[in-house]
């Protein structure tokens, strides 16, 4: 009886209201993924840095959460200047013109695109044509699918390509020239005198930049002399390059889009884009 009457006369202590809205804004701020934002912005820089650009919707995927966060990450990657965001996703901060990225650098990009282009690129070839390809990854990939042709010539004043179709039955004519160690390219007045002697059927061209009312670009002066006399030498001339070459410019300019027959590329070309090359007569294969 004595301990119940103590107990009964304790005073009464009631806890302080718990405040909700301060544990709902830290669930708010815990990444769903277990991610912390800091740490799923470096991931998406890295992506960027291998693919060559990022989606929202393939990025909210693959991180699983909204797209609503994935657009805050990016708008505040662009803030912090080292993404360019894009519609729909978001683009490596544009180069100065003056970049001129190594072969080896470009292989690492858009490797699927690169492939698929190459694909689509060889069946416009006929067995006793000539072709013409200048250097780049991407007439790489086509070399590389032209090597089970037979009667076929290729002019070419990349080495590597020179190299890759060694030993096939594919005839190669290498332009001689000054060598650009970055592509692997022969440039100058003999590279440019070989070219005018000779004919050919078709011209894959790849470039750095495409404008689709400036024209095409590359970053180096020599090498746009060289690309014009291979469009001057070829009856058709067919610009091979992936989507993320739209809407930037470079140095040099070695063409307007008027003198392009056809256009190869993947589908995420900018819609603007595919509309001013129809508009402007030009063909465009999408792979």
Known sequence: MVAESWLRNLPLTIPPTIDESFYSKQIETMPSNGLLNEERRRAILEMMHRDGRVLVKDL???????????RKDLEFLDGQGVIQRTHGGALPVKAGALLDPTLREKEKLHRK???LIAHAAVKL??????????????TTAIARNLKDMARLTVITNAINIAAELAGTHIEVILTGGMLRKNSFSLVGPLAEQTLRKLSADILFLGVDGFDTKAGLFTPNLLESEVNRAMVEIARRTVAVCDSSKFGRRSLCNIMPVTLVHEVITDRQIPKADLRALKDAGVKVTLV
Do not use: C, P, Y
């Not at 909210?60 to 994935?70: D, L, N, Y």
């Not at 070839?125 to 991407?138: A, I």
């Open 113 to 115: 695109e690169k492939s």
């Open 125 to 138: 070839v006929e067995e006793g044509q000539s072709v013409v390809l200048d250097s780049g990854t991407t």
């Open 60 to 70: 909210a995927r693959h991180f699983r959460i909204s797209q609503i966060t994935i």
